[in-house]
Each structure stands twice: as C-alpha cells, then as structure tokens.
C-alpha cells in the first residue's frame, strides 16, 4: 500500500472529547443509530451528516473504533447515521445505498472485505457523494471512487511480529512450528498481516508455519481452531493471532490441552486492547504488535475538509508501536481500551 499522507496523532482527542461531553453527552448505541431521519438531504440543522457503515462487533478492537467514531462525532458536530453490517459485506451495502438515499454529505464505512465495492462506490460518486474509507481498505482498481484512506499498515504489523519471532528464536537448532489464527477470509487485516509475518519468518529457515486458517477475528473462533490445531499437530512452539480475541480463545483450548500459553507455546497478537495487554503482562502473551482503534477525532476533521471541497492526502496512517511483557506492565494503567 502507498505510504504517502500524514501520521494520525492522539493531540486534540482529549480537548474534542471534552468539547463533545458538555455539549450534550455521547451519542447513542445500537444497531442503527441513524440520528434524525430527515429524508431530505444535510441536517436541517446545519450540521454535516455522515453515514457510518461499521463491519460489526467481533472484538475489543471494534468496540473501542465504534465508541472513538461515536464520541468524535458528538465532540465534532456532526450528525452520524451509524449502521452496524454484523459482519456482512450485504448488510454494509445496503446500509451505503440508504445513505445515498437519504443524501448525507459524507459517507464513511470499514469495509468488512477488501473485493466487490465497485458498483455502489459508484453510485456515491454518480450521487456526488465523498466516500472515506476507515481502518480497512477496498481493492477497487479505480482510485476515484473514494476521497482518502485512513488506517493502519497491516503489512507493517505482520512484519513486526515476525521480525520479532524471528529475534526470539535465532538460537533455535530445530524447526519452530508455528500456527496461525487469520482474521476475517478477504479483509484488508487478514491478508495483510499473514503477508507482513510471512515475509517476516522468511529470514530463518526453522521457521514453519504448519497451519493456517480463519478464527473470524472473534474469541470464539480462536477458540475452536486453535482446539483443531491442538488435535492435529503434535509439536506446536508458536501461535500467532491477527488479533488480541483470538488469541484470548486461544488461550482456553490451550490450557485445556494441559499446555502453558507463554511458555510451552509463545504466543504473538495484532492489536493491544486492554485485555490483550492484560494477557501479556501476565505472561500469557508473549509480543502484540498495536493497532489503533482510536480513528474517530481525524476521520471527522477529513470529514469537514472533504465536504468542504480542500485537498486531502490520499492516506492518512495511524501511529504504532509494539510491546513486550515487560512494556504492557508499564502501558496497561493508562490503557484507555
Ligand atoms: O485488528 C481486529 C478487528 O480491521 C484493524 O478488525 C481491524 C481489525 C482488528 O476485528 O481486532
């Protein structure tokens, strides 16, 4: 992905969440949180109208990019549609062509695969409809259909978890066998971070990857995948999950299976939310690459500027870093999410 645009950072959140709280608390949660159901284009109110499509609530990570989104937009002034697609690329469709009907000013969404977007992003542009995409990416060929991209390096995490792994275990004489817990089948994350972490491991030939399959992102689906690869493959040194959840599920197949997560395997995540960092400093986790949910305060800000008709950088990246257990114990009292 091009590393142009500028680096998301956290000044201003608390001075615009303060700003959002007196002016009349956080706005509501829900499936379809539309706001007013004014049919007839803009607020009424003056205020700008973003139709938010979110993939939908399977882990710690999304909760936290919904409550972000939500209070930047009361703090912001601007009146959010919000739709919640639980998971599915159909419901996000349908939500993106209700907000073409109702004629909002801005349409924003994460989309929940990276394929199959052309026709309606299409339609936004004919309906001269900005589209901003948030956290993950589309594969569309045209560049057009969409004003700016704002978002984490997915690649980028990948690889610091694998040049991580790749540190940990330089002095091992046999094979490493390392199983992976992929996110959602087709998101941006999913592909991504399995690239990033491949290219990663190619640096030590001992490094394996001996399964890899699909958790969905969820504690659940870790869960019970991670009981498979328990089942299947006698030796396992290492899991990597693309996220904190399924690692957390992880967790319980692996003590169930009289094993001890952090030691008998070393386990390596994407994301840093609470109860991830928990988990590392505890010992359970051995290495999270971090990825921030916290994209409300600038996709309203682009928002503004996109409506407003000023330039935007193609993509607007996120600021990450990684932790050890070591540096959760110290980061987990100011951990917000
Ligand atoms: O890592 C995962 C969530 O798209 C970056 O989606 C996001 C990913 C995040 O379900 O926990």
């Not at 009349?24 to 706001?35: F, H, I, K, P, R």
């Not at 607020?43 to 909760?63: C, I, P």
């Not at 498979?228 to 692996?254: R, T």
């Amino acid at each position: 992905m091009a590393k142009t645009g500028i680096t998301l950072t956290r000044r201003g959140l608390g001075a615009m969440l303060a700003v959002g709280l007196l002016a009349g608390g956080l706005a509501g949660c829900g499936n379809s949180d539309t706001g007013g159901d004014d049919k007839s284009g803009g607020s009424g109110n003056g205020k700008l109208v973003m139709g938010f499509s979110q993939v939908g609530a399977e882990s710690g990570w999304r909760t936290a990019n919904t409550n972000s989104i939500k209070e930047s937009a009361t703090a912001a002034g601007i009146e959010l549609k919000f739709d919640d697609a639980q998971g599915k690329q159909e419901n996000q469709i349908k939500a993106l062509r209700n907000f073409i009907q109702q004629k909002v000013d801005v349409i924003a969404f994460s989309p929940v695969v990276e394929s199959g977007w052309d026709t309606v992003l299409k339609e936004a542009k004919d309906a001269k409809i900005p589209v901003i995409l948030t956290d993950r990416a589309v594969d569309s060929a045209d560049k057009s259909l969409y004003k700016t991209f704002i978002g984490s390096d997915f690649v980028k995490e990948g690889k610091l978890a694998g040049e991580w792994l790749v540190k940990e275990k330089a002095s091992a004489a046999g094979p490493v066998n390392i199983v992976e817990l992929q996110g959602t089948t087709g998101a941006a994350p999913a592909n991504d971070r399995k690239k990033g972490f491949a290219e990663a491991i190619a640096a030590n030939p001992n490094l394996k990857v001996v399964a890899s399959q699909s958790g969905d992102f969820t504690r659940a689906g870790g869960k019970q995948v991670m009981e498979q690869f328990l089942k299947a493959n006698p030796k396992i040194d290492v899991l990597f999950a693309h996220n904190d959840d399924m690692g957390l599920g992880a967790l319980e197949a692996i003590t169930a299976a009289g094993k001890t997560p952090g030691k008998d395997i070393t386990i390596i995540t994407v994301d840093a939310v609470k109860d991830g960092m928990q988990a590392l400093a505890d010992g359970k986790f051995n290495f999270i690459a971090e990825c921030s949910p916290l994209l409300g305060p600038q996709l309203m800000d682009l928002a503004k500027k996109v409506k407003a008709g000023e330039e935007v950088p193609a993509r607007v990246e996120t600021e990450e870093t990684t932790f050890t257990q070591e540096q959760a114990k110290a980061a987990l009292p100011n951990r917000k999410y």
